[in-house]
């Protein structure tokens, strides 16, 4: 018959998490957060939420339209892959993350060519690199 302290004591001998890995799940649900936001600020953008009489989603351009519409999905996506710390959702996240840069950088007569925007996209990108690199380390010591 089991002792049913057998399965509290094992509980207790789990390894615990570094403190780099910790740090590493904390920013990826902050960004999390970010990504949901900036989903939710596009899908309000293509509903119209705040519009005024004459301005619409669907008279803007269709450069516009479409990059609107792809970051509205892929933000959401992103952020639900983040907060759960999958590897996809760094993979969708990172795809999000570059293409608004490049958007931003190579179309600005889509978004208007924000240098904030790009450099917060490459610092975020950066940061999770060193973050996930630390982390990596860590756990292989």
């Known amino acids: 018959m089991s002792d049913p ?17 910790v740090a590493l799940i904390w920013f990826l649900r902050s960004v ?20 005024g009489p004459g301005s619409s989603f669907e008279a803007s351009p269709a450069a ?6 792809f970051f509205a999905v892929i933000d959401l996506v992103a952020a639900v892959g983040l907060w759960l710390a999958a590897a996809w ?10 293409s608004m840069a490049a958007v931003e950088l190579f179309f600005p007569q889509v978004y208007g060519g924000a240098a904030l925007i790009i450099v917060m996209e490459i ?12 982390a990596t380390r860590e756990r292989s010591e």
């Not at 989903?39 to 509903?47: A, E, K």
């Not at 610092?123 to 630390?134: D, E, K, P, R, S």
């Open 123 to 134: 610092g975020a990108i950066f940061a999770y690199v060193g973050l996930a690199f630390m």
């Open 89 to 98: 959702g760094g993979v969708v996240w990172l795809t999000a993350a570059i």
């Open 32 to 51: 999390a957060g970010l990504s949901m936001a900036k989903g939710l600020y596009h899908w309000s953008v293509v509903i119209g939420v705040g519009d």
């Open 64 to 69: 516009f339209q479409a990059a609107t519409i």
């Open 5 to 21: 302290m057998t399965a509290i004591d094992r509980e207790t001998e789990r390894p615990t998490e570094g403190r780099w890995t």
